[in-house]
C-alpha cells in the first residue's frame, strides 16, 4: 500500500513539475489549456440550445453590420454561423482576454469575404464590443472588408485570394508541429475555393507532413 501511494505521489510530482515547465516557457497556466485526446476541453458538454443561441446571435450581428456599412457579403458569412458557433463556444481552445497566448488554437478565415462572420463571432466570444461592429468597412476601422491580421484580436491571418487562407493554414500547422506546440489549426474554405489550385496544392502538402492537428 505504501508503495501505491508513493508511486502516485511520484507521478502526481511529475505532472506538476511537467506543467510548471509549460507554464514557464509559454508565460501561461498550461494546465488549463492542455489537452488529452478524449477531451481537449471542458467545453464538450456544451449544449445545443446553447450553440443555437450564439448562432442566431452571430446572424443578427452580421446582419446590422452589412445593413449598416450598406455593402458586404451576407450569404457566405450566415450560411457558415451555425459551424463558427460550435468551434468557438465548444470546441476552440482560446481566451478573449489573452488573445495572442502562444498555445491557442488557430481559426483561420480562408474565405476572408465572410468577414462580417468573423467580426461577429468575435463580438460574441468577448474579443470586441457589438457596437463596434457598426464600424464594419468604415475608413480607419479594425473591421475591413477582409480581415486584417493583428488589425483586430482574434483576426489569425489576411484573408481575400481564395486558397490562401488554406495555404497559409498547411504553413502554420506546419510550424506548430515542429515546434512541439500543442495547439490545432482550423481553417473555414468556401466553395468557390476548392476551384482554385492554390488550395489542391495546400491539401496535397499536408498529407506527407501528418498534420493531424489541423482541422
Not at 467545453?43 to 456599412?69: C, E, F, G, P
Request: charged share 20%; aromatic share 10%.
Amino acid at each position: 500500500m505504501c508503495q501505491i501511494i508513493l508511486r502516485k505521489i511520484s507521478i502526481y510530482n511529475a505532472r506538476a513539475r511537467f506543467y510548471l515547465q509549460k507554464t514557464r516557457q509559454y508565460g501561461i497556466n498550461y494546465k488549463i489549456f492542455h489537452h488529452y485526446p478524449s477531451r481537449r476541453t471542458n467545453k464538450l458538454d456544451v449544449s445545443y440550445d446553447i450553440l443555437k443561441k450564439h448562432a442566431n446571435s452571430i446572424r443578427k450581428n452580421i446582419l446590422k453590420a452589412v445593413y449598416t456599412a450598406n455593402s458586404g457579403h451576407p450569404g457566405g458569412s450566415l450560411s457558415s454561423a451555425d459551424i463558427i458557433s460550435t468551434l468557438y463556444f465548444k470546441h476552440l481552445k482560446h481566451d478573449p482576454k489573452n488573445p495572442w497566448n502562444e498555445i491557442r488554437d488557430r481559426m483561420i478565415f480562408s474565405k476572408g469575404h465572410a468577414s462580417p462572420l468573423l467580426y461577429s463571432a468575435l463580438a460574441e466570444a468577448g474579443y470586441i464590443e457589438n457596437k463596434e461592429l457598426e464600424t464594419f468597412r468604415k475608413l480607419h476601422s479594425r473591421l475591413q472588408g477582409h480581415p486584417v491580421y493583428h488589425k483586430c484580436p482574434g483576426v489569425e491571418a489576411n484573408g481575400g485570394p481564395l486558397g490562401q487562407g488554406f495555404s497559409f493554414s498547411v504553413g502554420m500547422a506546419l510550424g506548430l508541429s515542429l515546434s512541439k506546440n500543442p495547439s490545432r489549426v482550423y481553417v473555414l474554405i468556401g466553395d468557390g475555393e476548392m476551384q482554385e489550385g492554390l488550395g489542391w496544392e495546400a491539401a496535397m502538402g499536408a498529407g506527407p507532413y501528418k498534420l493531424s492537428d489541423m482541422w
